[in-house]
């Protein structure tokens, strides 16, 4: 199992620019989060999902727009990046509660770079 | 949102030694999880606590999920020089909708130059 993978590695955006951050998983999870992590500073939920096709916010979900078509995969949109929107983007899954374990794993991240 | 307190911010460990780290808050949590997150990568969970006053350990790491359900604690026992990294609790709310967490800023383990 690859466990759950995050493309694009690396980017640099000018302000103004919208990109994609697709995340992928092959554990079969049920929920799946996005977090972004600034120097300094611990994991802080943009948007989750408890399932194909739904959608919640999290913490810091202002600028960013998410969608989950299929199981596996869970996107991240930046319509309009903005140079606060430089970080690091994780994207974790788990388990349905009674199904599994709680605990989240998480992707290798992808740094992005706004300016 | 929900705070957890994680501390030492960071430390300097030596080989051999053993070495403690903290996390508190003001909530009651049913679960606490600990992370380690090396350069470049993404966090790894390290070990996993499901009920109040258990122990669990995975090689020579040691949790502890506090009686009052509002702490935890992370032992190292002999240090080694891989052990450096950045650490995280992580909390979750009994009432959390989809499994949500709640994270610690982290302990930043260095070695002692």
Known sequence: NAGVTQTPKFR????GQSMTLLCAQDMNHEYMYWYRQDPGMGLRLIHYSVGEGTTAKGEVPDGYNVSRLKKQNFLLGLESAAPSQTSVYFCASSY???TGPYEQYFGPGTRLTVT | GQQLNQSPQSMFIQEGEDVSMNCTSSSIFNTWLWYKQEPGEGPVLLIALYKAGELTSNGRLTAQFGITRKDSFLNISASIPSDVGIYFCAGQLEEAAGN?????????VLVKP
């Open chain 1, 12 to 15: 640099v955006l000018k302000t």
């Open chain 1, 96 to 98: 349905l509660i009674g």
């Open chain 2, 100 to 108: 949500k967490l709640t994270f610690g800023g982290g302990t930043r």
